[in-house]
């Protein structure tokens, strides 16, 4: 079956190649001379096939332009008709990009304050960016075949829209280019702000200034509301709540409320003097009157110093002193209320003058903190300030968005206005044969998995075959009972070997000791040793060491020194080294076992001296 789809995937791919020589035989116009080919036909010979060649490749400047565009020189230089178009689509991404470095460089300056070098890097990269992504919206939209023609064609095409495929065809279009021209515009308007501002940069300038000292005008007014001198009223808005200022003299309060209680105690002072002037008036015209013989209310009317005389002038004496007690005590709250009221005018100063020290300090920061550079935020408030005072910078600034936006959408509306191009069908053929070939080498590739997985299981039978062949044979093998016990026995003596296993062994060292003569097997770990009793791997190893040390010496000489080292004769070296090249493995795996355990005996030995 798989033989047989290869076969037909063959023969497909050989039929599209041929229609595929046939149409760009067709599209190239090529034709063979007539001459020749009356000549060879005159001759019995077959036609040519005539290729049609595509046009020298463009090495210049446009070619590498026409990469920004994301097409493929070698399909390209099949219709050469089409470079002009796509070195302008190179070339408007190119220009997307540069303008997309500079909005970059533009809005970082306004935004953070970095070394030069690094603000180029930074713009350079986003440029970059940029011009990939527009790469990607212009490659990707490379190879879509789209209705385009004729006006016959293209009514024919409205025609169908109203039929089910034509609604499809639609939606088809939308779904590919709705997502592009999405980000394209939003691309564009990521371009297209910081370039809006850095052509309106002088005009928004002067807007940002104008707004800063308006808004510090605001600010002093405000300062100066929310925090008024000491002795008038507080404001009680709620928008003062953000500009209240801490002022670090406190407001002499407490002396003003002293003052106050200062001057309630002297007019009260000043109140009861008045009232006791006008007693001690009348007590002392009494007692005049009295001593004088007077007569009248309250008068005895005998002059002399008589007793009421005295009395009355008594009376009037006591008023008197109570009288001056009174007023020294106005002479001392009076004194009080002038040094409070002092206190007060000095303290109302030293508050008065911190606060305003500290709304100059607050509108200085204030000053200080416009003075900076003009923030990307600044001047966006300041374009919307503009651009509603000023109907010509709205239509400005919307204009340089919508070139942007165009500028970035072109190539993608440019497809899908103009449809497909003799390039795209190109791409798209070419993409097609690259599926066929990819498909036609994963059928090649399974045909030739599926040819070794057979295979394999064809060896794997065989294998299986010989062994079951081979246990027949050992099965028909029939032992008496007296060699039963004795290989019973014998396999007891050897830890971890079975009956079985022990008579397989037993074969195979029949077979070797056949083979080698000199060579037997002793020991629970039978391995292979000489005659005298010397394991074969320490011949060996002996060999291999003398051979590295003196690799020159002659075989004899070698033979000698070995068997003197190893207490053995010269044949009993020989017999060894004649079994090490036929069974190799054997003996590395015995060797590196034997040095295994003497690094274990010696790291033993140095553990238990030190």
């Not at 011009?131 to 385009?148: E, V």
């Not at 093998?477 to 003596?493: H, Q």
């Not at 003497?598 to 033993?604: E, V």
């Amino acid at each position: 079956m798989a033989s047989s789809n290869h076969a037909d995937l063959a023969a497909e791919m050989r039929a599209r190649q041929r229609d595929a020589a046939e149409q760009l035989k067709k599209k190239s116009g090529a034709r063979a001379p007539q001459a020749r080919n009356a000549s060879l036909r005159s001759a019995g010979r077959p036609e040519p096939i005539v290729w049609s060649s595509p046009a020298l490749p463009d090495h210049g400047l446009g070619r590498h332009v026409r990469v920004l565009a994301g097409v493929s020189e070698e399909i390209l230089d099949w219709v050469p008709s089409l470079r002009p178009q796509y070195t302008g689509l190179g070339s408007i991404v190119l220009i997307t990009g540069c303008f997309a470095a500079l909005a970059m460089l533009t809005a970082i300056t306004k935004v953070v304050a970095v070394p030069v070098l690094m603000r180029l890097v930074i713009a350079l990269l986003w440029g970059l960016a940029i011009l990939l992504i527009d790469r990607w919206l212009m490659t990707s939209t490379h190879g879509l075949t789209m209705h385009h023609g004729s006006d016959t064609t293209k009514r024919k095409n409205a025609a169908r829209r109203d039929a089910p495929e034509g609604r499809r065809e639609a939606r088809r279009r939308f779904a590919i280019f709705a997502p592009r021209i999405v980000l394209a515009v939003l691309v564009g308007l990521t371009i297209a702000e910081p370039v809006i501002l850095f052509v309106f940069q002088s005009t928004l300038d002067r807007q940002v200034q104008t707004t800063q000292k308006d808004q510090l005008v605001s600010y002093e007014s405000l300062l100066n509301t929310c925090n008024p001198p000491f002795g008038q009223p507080q404001p009680k808005n709620a928008a003062c709540a953000d500009y209240r200022l801490l002022v670090t003299v406190p407001p002499p309060t407490a002396l003003q409320a002293q003052l106050a209680v200062a001057k309630t105690q002297a007019a009260t002072d000043q109140a009861t003097i008045t009232s006791l002037q006008a007693t001690v008036n009348s007590e002392k015209t009494l007692a005049t009157n009295e001593c004088a013989g007077t007569s009248g209310p309250g008068l005895t009317g005998l002059p002399g110093d008589s007793t009421d005389c005295n009395r009355d002038w008594r009376v009037a004496d006591a008023s008197q002193a109570q009288l001056n007690t009174d007023l020294n005590r106005l002479a001392t709250d009076n004194a009080s209320v002038v040094s409070l009221e002092q206190q007060l005018t000095t303290a109302t100063n030293q508050y008065n003058n911190d606060l305003s020290t500290q709304i100059d300090q607050a509108i200085n920061d204030k000053k200080n903190d416009q003075r900076g550079v003009i923030g990307i935020i600044d001047e966006w408030n300041a374009l919307s300030q503009l651009s509603a005072r000023n109907p010509v910078v709205t239509v400005a600034s919307w204009l340089l968005r919508l070139i942007f936006i165009m500028l970035d959408c072109l190539p993608v509306l440019a497809k899908l206005i103009g449809g497909s191009t003799v390039y795209d069908g190109l791409l798209a053929n070419r993409r097609q044969h690259d599926e066929k070939i990819f498909d036609y080498e994963l059928c090649v590739l399974d045909h030739h998995e599926a040819a070794e997985r057979e295979l394999r299981i064809a060896e794997k039978d065989h294998l299986l075959a010989e062994r079951r062949a081979a246990l027949k044979q050992g099965d028909a093998v029939k032992m008496s009972p007296a060699l039963a016990r004795r290989l019973r026995a014998f396999a007891a003596t050897i830890p971890g070997m079975t009956v079985p296993l022990v008579k397989n062994r037993l074969i195979d060292e029949a077979l070797r000791i056949e083979e080698h003569p000199g060579i037997v097997f002793r020991g629970w770990r039978r391995r292979a040793t000489v005659l005298d009793g010397r394991p074969v791997w320490e011949i060996i190893r002996e060999v291999r060491s003398l051979t590295a040390e003196n690799p020159d010496m002659p075989e004899d000489e070698l033979l000698q020194i070995v068997a003197q080292q190893t207490e053995t004769d010269s044949g009993g070296v020989r017999v060894a080294r004649r079994y090490e090249q036929s069974y190799p493995a054997e003996i590395d795996a015995e060797i590196a076992a034997a040095d295994a355990e003497d690094k274990a005996r010696k790291r033993a030995s140095r553990q238990f001296l030190g």
